[in-house]
């Protein structure tokens, strides 16, 4: 059983390492999943990081290591939206820089918490893109498939974004 382990671990570590290079290599042959993500989220030399840095500092608050559940979650949500390869991500990171850290100065500048997630910068992307692209009502059936809000709060988060993202 011990030795099962061990070479499930090494074997994680083997397909960790394999993506971290492929990412740097060729990001756009690197679909999206955990470890793809994960690796990109651990990465401190790329957009994401220096997203999330920056959002960091507006909040006051220091980085904490993203939890599997929350990378799960950034898969889903990037998926709906038509990312597919950690370039496209990257990619839109840079594209829309603009709208995350406007979003998070409104959401974080009163921040309480001594650390936030890293991925955040993965989080507020696609209210950036929806909110600068989409209608009203694409950005609210997102909020509501992703479970974010009830309907009172997602109708108020949904004018928010479109705020924060079209007048930035």
Do not use: C
Not at 83 to 106: F, G, P
């Amino acid at each position: 059983m011990k030795n099962s382990f061990k070479i499930r671990k090494d074997f994680e570590r083997f397909m960790n390492e394999s993506v971290k290079e492929e990412i740097k290599a060729k990001p756009s042959n690197v679909l999206i999943d955990k470890v793809s993500i994960k690796q990109l989220l651990d990465e401190n030399e790329n957009i994401a990081s220096e997203l999330d840095f920056a959002i960091f500092k507006i909040a006051g608050s220091n980085r904490e290591n993203a939890s599997h559940l929350d990378i799960e979650q950034d898969v889903k949500r990037l998926k709906y939206i038509g990312l597919n390869t950690i370039d496209e991500v990257m990619n839109a990171l840079y594209q829309y820089k603009e709208q995350i850290l406007n979003i998070a100065s409104a959401w974080l500048s009163d921040n309480k918490s001594e650390t936030l997630p890293a991925g955040l910068s993965i989080f507020y992307l696609p209210y950036a893109i929806l909110g600068t692209k989409s209608s009203y009502d694409e950005l609210n059936e997102y909020l509501q498939v992703m479970g974010i809000g009830n309907s009172y709060d997602r109708s108020n988060t949904v004018e928010e974004i479109i705020r924060l993202t079209k007048n930035g």
